[in-house]
């Protein structure tokens, strides 16, 4: 099984629909992140979280929230999507200094909004 | 606020060349320095990561170095192969910031038989 596991994989939704991009992770780590890759844009950060009970928004967050459920789990939500919100999502994980801090991603999510 | 670099942006070469991938970042207060690969469609696989304290990591074919004080990394990857076709993302952590990466744009690379 996947380190950093990512569903659905695929998704089209319609204009206006809420959806929930969902994340688990078995690596025990503490902070998790939700990136989203456009094209010629690079990855850029949506949220994260450095454990259950902190959250920070990242440099594009309207238009998004987030749940950390538990320590292995981190969702993104679109509450009310839009085109160009059209993207590849990443979910990833990192442990806190001291250990190499070194990330893990999961395989993305490609969301079209129609 | 960081920005990062990477040139080139596209890298088309035979099988067996030995290649440089740069990238540069603005601001030299890093705590470290990550290269991934990433495979069309698919997600990112970290190929190095280089604390700021290192001045090069190796891998395999792979070798990273890091340069804190001119803003600058390269991952040299010796005698290429098609299997190494890839786009190469190079990614900062401030620090500053805990946790958090600025990523450059990639350089997609193609190796061709």
């Known amino acids: 099984d996947a380190d950093v596991t990512q569903t659905p994989r695929n998704r089209i939704t319609k204009t206006g629909k809420r959806i929930m991009l969902e994340c688990s992770q078995t690596k025990g780590h503490d902070r998790m992140y939700w990136y989203r890759q456009d094209p010629g844009l690079g990855l850029r950060l949506i949220y994260y979280s450095f454990d259950v009970k902190d959250i920070n928004k990242g440099e594009i967050s309207d238009g998004y929230s987030v749940s950390r459920q538990a320590q292995a789990k981190f969702s993104l939500s679109l509450e009310s999507a839009i085109p160009n919100q059209t993207a590849l999502y990443f979910c990833?994980?990192?442990?806190?200094?001291?250990?190499?801090?070194?990330?893990?991603f999961g395989s993305g999510t490609r969301l079209t909004v129609v | 606020k960081q920005e990062v670099t990477q040139i080139p942006a596209a890298l088309s070469v035979p099988e067996g060349e030995n290649l440089v991938l740069n990238c540069s970042f603005t601001d030299s207060a890093i705590y470290n320095l990550q290269w991934f690969r990433q495979d069309p469609g698919k997600g990112l696989t970290s190929l190095l990561l280089i604390q700021s304290s290192q001045r090069e990591q190796t891998s395999g074919r792979l070798n990273a170095s890091l340069d804190k004080s001119s803003g600058r990394s390269t991952l040299y990857i010796a005698a290429s192969q098609p299997g190494d076709s890839a786009t190469y993302l190079c990614?900062?952590?401030?620090?500053?910031?805990?946790?958090?990466?600025?990523f450059g744009r990639g350089t997609q690379l193609t190796v061709w038989p």
């Open positions: 990614a900062v952590n401030r620090g500053s910031t805990l946790g958090r990466l600025y």
């Open positions: 990833a994980t990192s442990d806190s200094m001291g250990t190499g801090y070194g990330y893990t």
